[in-house]
């Protein structure tokens, strides 16, 4: 799958304010957007904050004053519209020793994307109207202390995608070529101090929990970030699994016999990533001189939004009685959602895995179908965080409807207790700095719902399993029914959150520390129901239609059967006319013999 990317962008208040001077900050925000072509709707933006003790230089913040830009491994060539512009910007950096330059222009980065290089020694030439900065490569987490990242929808604000063009009105390399070879004594110039710049390794980050594999080198695509978790199995076998279900069971070993099939396992809706922050920090006692490493990740959270969530889980059950205190936990897919990136900054890769449990505490070995739907209400949220996992919240899930389908089983007179569990899971992988930075994973695991349902004989009750003290009205129910079953099914639905930080390469740990919380856990009762077994059909029926059937055919027989009489209301008389009151209608034989009596 490939990733969709943020690209840089400007917002338009801030290129409404562009003067003529020439701006150094310690601290700023960078801007980044979706094409807002690939979205019907508001495109997803982000903002970068960042803080360094070093004076940054966001170049593009003066293009107006620019004729060209020319990048080269070891300098940048900045060509001024005016000798005016040129000398303010000389003044501007002459004080500084060392600063840091921004640059998202032709010929020094990718499209789309921005770069952080240190400036060590520069020159001006007044003929050419032109600045030479002498650069190293820098990373985004060894040119900056701290670094918040916030991305969403916000409609309240617009942006103009960054131009990625050759901007040069004149051969730079001929330039430069001149000023090299005149070295005359009347061009100043000033040499800056040189940061040696260390090298690192990116750490492999050892989790419980497997977040997503994050992608680093693929295209964007112009898809939506709402992304759609439907999948379906239909009269498949997932335990054992076959080989075209990308299913597993747990821990335990399956013995021959025990199955279970999805009759019909349905999931629709979407979920999307709607906002997420990160904060990431330094730590001074590690820095080697200087504060601007960007070590850890100190706090976070991402947010995601249920659409038309739905599932239908219908299922066909081989139990064996040995199977006893035996939980089963089978993975029926894994989704991949497209992730998205801001280039060199920041990846994050979503994943939706919906699982089942299942338990069974039954006296013999038997063969039962069961189930649930439930839908999720529109717009409900999970918030996830990283830096304090109490505070991470869930609403609107806790009023998912849930409704139970059918039971059915071939075995008569039914004891036992079952369990079943939609357990959806969406793991959010987050790399920042290309790993440099730390990287961290935040999980939203949801029971929607647990199913329990226990199935006993229902022993001195009336037809709707409700126990009674009349014995004649037990025995009456009995002759009619049969021994009746009483399912008594509750439902539980959770939420609980699991986050993942994991220390980039100057931090003080290593490894990955991942911490839980559950915040929503409520239960309820569903309907319960009364069953009769037909036991020439080998099926479960409600009581409540059986009782509707044999009244149905009680009264079609007596109306319709030789000898069977039934009293009507005499149609032709009227009160006071000397023929009312009732009258019998006996049909003997076939021929009908009226006979009426008045009262």
């Known amino acids: 799958m490939q990733t969709r990317e943020l690209r840089a962008a400007s917002l338009n208040s801030d290129i409404k304010r562009r003067g003529l001077d020439v701006p150094l900050y310690n601290d700023f925000s960078l801007h980044y957007m979706e094409d807002e072509s690939s979205t019907g709707s508001i495109p997803l933006s982000a903002h970068v904050h960042l803080g360094s003790t070093r004076p940054v230089f966001v170049l593009e913040e003066i293009d107006h004053l620019l004729e060209s830009v020319e990048c080269t491994l070891d300098s940048i060539i900045i060509t001024f519209n005016s000798h005016r512009d040129m000398q303010v910007a000389w003044e501007t950096l002459l004080p500084h020793s060392t600063f840091v330059l921004i640059t998202s222009h032709w010929s020094c980065n990718d499209d789309g994307s921005r770069l952080p290089f240190l400036v060590r020694e520069a020159h001006y030439d007044d003929e050419q109207c032109t600045i030479e900065l002498s650069i190293d490569s820098i990373g985004w987490n060894d040119g900056f202390h701290s670094l918040k990242m916030d991305f969403g929808r916000d409609g309240r604000q617009q942006y103009t995608p960054r131009p990625h063009r050759h901007l040069e009105k004149r051969s730079f390399l001929s330039a430069v070529s001149k000023k090299l070879a005149a070295a005359t004594s009347t061009i100043p110039s000033v040499s800056l101090s040189s940061i040696q710049v260390s090298s690192t390794t990116v750490l492999t980050p050892t989790t419980n929990i497997l977040f997503p594999t994050l992608p680093s080198t693929e295209q964007p695509t112009a898809t939506s970030i709402v992304q759609n978790v439907g999948f379906q199995l239909l009269n498949t076998q997932v335990l054992p699994s076959n080989n075209s279900v990308a299913a597993d069971v747990e821990g335990l070993a399956i013995p021959p016999g025990l199955s279970v099939t999805c009759v019909n396992c349905t999931t629709a809706g979407s979920l999307e990533l709607l906002t997420g922050s990160f904060v990431l920090g330094s730590n001074n006692a590690t820095s080697n001189g200087t504060d601007d490493i960007v070590r850890f990740i100190e706090d976070g959270y991402v947010s995601l939004t249920a659409t038309n969530l739905f599932a239908h889980i219908e299922l066909s059950t081989t139990w064996l009685a040995a199977q006893v205190g035996h939980t089963f936990t089978i993975n029926l897919a894994t989704i991949p959602l497209q992730p998205f990136s801001i280039p060199d900054i920041a990846v994050l890769g979503p994943l939706f895995n919906p699982r089942l449990l299942i338990a069974v505490d039954a006296g013999m070995d038997l063969t039962f179908n069961y189930g649930f739907e439930i839908t999720v209400p529109n717009n409900s949220t999970a918030v996830a965080s990283i830096g304090n996992i109490t505070t991470s919240s869930i609403t609107g899930f806790q009023d998912t409807k849930v409704s139970m389908l059918p039971f059915q089983a071939t075995v008569g007179n039914l ?185």
């Open 415 to 599: 004891a036992l207790n079952l369990s079943a569990t939609l357990q959806p899971e969406v793991l959010v992988g987050i790399s920042f700095l290309n790993g440099m930075g730390g990287n961290a994973g935040a999980g939203v695991f949801l029971e929607l719902p647990q199913l329990a349902m226990e199935i006993a004989p229902a022993m001195g009750t009336n037809e709707k399993c409700e126990p009674i003290t009349n014995v004649s009205l037990v025995n009456d129910v009995l002759g009619l029914f049969g021994k009746l079953t009483h399912l008594v099914p509750d439902v539980e639905l959770a939420g609980g959150f699991v986050a993942q930080a994991t220390l980039g390469p100057h931090g003080l740990l290593g490894g990955a520390h991942q911490t839980a919380y559950t915040p929503l856990a409520t239960t309820f009762a569903l309907p319960t129901a009364c069953l009769a077994f037909d036991a020439h059909k080998s099926t479960y029926v409600p009581v409540s239609e059986l009782a509707a059937t044999t009244t149905t055919k009680s009264a079609a027989a007596s109306t319709t059967s030789v000898g069977a009489a039934s009293m009507v209301r005499n149609p032709f008389t009227k009160k006071g006319s000397g023929f009312f009151g009732m009258q019998a209608v006996v049909v003997m034989l076939g021929v009908p013999v009226a006979a009426y009596w008045t009262s």
